[in-house]
């Protein structure tokens, strides 16, 4: 009897213990910290970048009635605004938009003479690849479409007395960087080439009327701030 009673009150000893145990377990449970993986903001597929771009056409051109006739045209320094869509953390599109005005004079032949000016809205359209795998400074290439038109066109005094440039499309390329000082702020650097060349016609004083071709192919340099919502 005395036995049977020892290994009943060892076999209660032993599940109090087994009790406290999983009581005192349940409680460090409950005060533990729970492990909670960190979310990653996703980057938002826009992004802008507000910049001052320097545009530099190419010194040439033509009149086909004068021989020996060349045409050059201004620089200008504008504000230009671009707007860009990711369609892949690589692969974006690229809208670009600003006025500039330019004055065109005459070279060779036409040496002194000045032809006109004009405003410049020069929209375009560029498919881009950008480089991830450099940290902060992100790289790209692209190439795509302009189309420029041209407006309030003057013609200048006394030697032309009417000077128009045509509408046009371009091929363009480009190459730049963002450089970014967090998630959303950054610096821009980008460089364009377009290969633009409208066809222009003008009148002369004495009635004469004159064609001909402005090979502007501009440079677009570009510098500024960059934002990704």
Known sequence: MTKFLTAVSALALAAAFNLVSANADAADLATRPIYKAPVVAESSPWMIRLRALG???RDSGYVDQIAGSSLKTSDAIVPELDITYFFTKNIAAELILGVTRHSVSGAGSLTGIDVGKAWLLPPTLTLQ???????????????GVNYTFFFSQSAACC???????????????????????DQHWGINVDVKKLWLRPEW???????????????????LIGTGITYRF
């Open 55 to 57: 545009v530099v056409p």
């Open 129 to 143: 690849y950008h480089f991830t795998d450099f940290g902060a400074f992100k790289p790209y290439v692209g190439a």
């Open 159 to 181: 030697t032309v007395i009417d000077s128009h440039l045509k509408d046009a499309f371009a091929p363009a390329v480009q190459i730049g960087f963002d450089y970014m000082i």
């Open 201 to 219: 016609s003008g009148t002369l004083a004495n009635g004469t009327p004159i064609t001909g071709k402005v090979n502007l192919d501009p440079w």
